[in-house]
């Protein structure tokens, strides 16, 4: 099991270009999560999926799109960078089984630059 | 305004020493769960507590829920090097599966 793969590692964008993250899990899970984390401020939540079908925004979704491809894929689209934009991006993933609430499985994440 | 405030920020030790780091909130939490990161990576999960009061203990790590579910704490006994590493706490309101993580707790523990 790869668990939750994203790409790419690393990417380095100009103010105004697009760019889509991907990630993909293979743990048949129902949830999906975009963070992205900067330096003091935490994980903040950009997007999430309870599942396939459905998306919801997060804590800061403004500059960001996504979609649940099907139920293993979940990108993360940037239609116009900016520099505020510039950080790393963690894709997650849990069951939900409903419980006291799941383990997140992190990706090992995306460092985008924008310049 | 953080709903999770996590002290200190930064912590820098020798082998050997103790440590606790803190998580605090005014609201109650249906659960919390410390995750570790370490550089490049993303975060793995060490422990969730549920219960008011609970104590668990991961080999030289204790985690403490507190009575009133608002807080949480985690203790490590004689650090390692291994135990480098970012700390993060994070907790889930009322019927929410939605955690928000605090910003965390930097480790460095030198040999």
């Known amino acids: 099991n790869a668990g939750v793969t994203q790409t790419p590692k690393f990417q380095v964008l100009k103010t105004g270009q697009s760019m889509t993250l991907q990630c993909a899990q293979d743990m048949n899970h129902n949830s999906m999560y975009w963070y992205r984390q900067d330096p003091g401020m935490g994980l903040r939540l950009i997007y999430y999926s309870a599942s396939e079908g459905t998306t919801d925004k997060g804590e800061v979704p403004n500059g960001y799109n996504v979609s649940r491809l099907n139920k293993r894929e979940f990108s993360l689209r940037l239609e116009s960078a900016a520099p505020s934009q510039t950080s790393v991006y963690f894709c997650?993933?849990?069951?939900?089984?409903?419980?006291?609430?799941?383990?997140?499985?992190f990706g090992p994440g995306t460092r985008l630059t924008v310049l | 305004t953080q709903l999770l405030e996590q002290s200190p920020q930064f912590l820098s030790i020798q082998e050997g020493e103790n440590l606790t780091v803190y998580c605090n909130s005014s609201s109650v939490f249906s659960s919390l769960q410390w995750y570790r990161q370490e550089p490049g990576e993303g975060p793995v999960l060490l422990v969730t507590?549920?219960?008011?009061?609970e104590v668990k203990k991961l080999k030289r790590l204790t985690f403490q829920f507190g009575d009133a579910r608002k807080d949480s704490s985690l203790h490590i006994t004689a650090a390692q090097p291994g135990d480098t590493g970012l700390y993060l706490c994070?907790?889930?309101?009322?019927?929410?599966?939605?955690?928000?993580f605090g910003r965390g707790t930097s480790l460095i523990v030198h040999p």
């Open positions: 994070a907790g889930a309101k009322g019927g929410s599966y939605i955690p928000t």
């Open positions: 507590v549920v219960t008011g009061g």
């Open positions: 997650a993933s849990s069951e939900t089984s409903g419980g006291p609430w799941d383990e997140q499985f």
